[in-house]
Each structure stands twice: as C-alpha cells, then as structure tokens.
C-alpha cells in the first residue's frame, strides 16, 4: 500500500557561510542529507524539526523561515512511500558540540552517522544523495549565482 511520508529538514549555516550536512547509513546504504527526518502521528512541521534536531545533533534550533516544499513525485528510496519534503533555515540556539569530520561517512566506532560542514561557495549537488536534496542545493547555487 502506498501512503505519503511527509518529511522536514533544516539547513543550518554557519558563520563561516557553511551548511551542515548528516552522512549517514541506514537500511544497507549511505547517503548524505541535510539534518531531519519524519514527522510523527500528531506532530507538527515545526517541532518534528526542533526534535529532529536535538535527536541527531542534540541542538536546539530556532526555526526562521521556509524555504522550499517538494514540487514534484519522489518515492522513498527505502520503502513504497510518496516523500514530501519541507525545508527550513534555522540557526542553533546555542554552540553545537558534535565532532565534526571533514571526509564523506567518517563515522565514529559504533555510530552510523557524521556531520560535516560544506562551504555554500563550493557545494555541489553531488554533495547530498537524494532528489529532494538536489534540489535545494540547486536553489543554494542559483542564489549564490545572483
């Protein structure tokens, strides 16, 4: 059965013009994302991120703006689902205190995940793995472009 899988994400940048990004292993593959995940029965967009959050990078967030919904069908790379992605900017209440690496899925023994930052200068769309990620570095791109 096929259902829709309603997903958000935060880009956090830094003071250095960089953006976070979460490597990752998960069902048999690596993939690099921005920072998020799936929203839960009853929860919002707004505090699924802020949880998100302090689950995978135990920060809290301030949520400042949206930036982008899918617009197009994306199934799930690891189900029958229909992804529907939301993107915001936020920027971490306080210092993050990760140990951040600087190669792709450098994972720490008994972790399956990293977090590396990636110049907004420099970021290509072959720096994240799925569409919808692809997607937003495209519009970080054109924005830089500008």
Partial sequence: MSYFNVRVYGLLINAENQVLISDEQSGGRTFSKFPGGGLELGEGLIDALKREFMEECNAEIEVLKHLYTTDFYEQSSFNDSQILSIYYAVKALYPLALNFKTD???????????FRWVSLDDIKTDDVTFKTDKTVVELLINERNQ
């Fill in 104 to 114: 792709v899925f450098d994972f720490d023994e008994n972790t399956l995940q990293s």
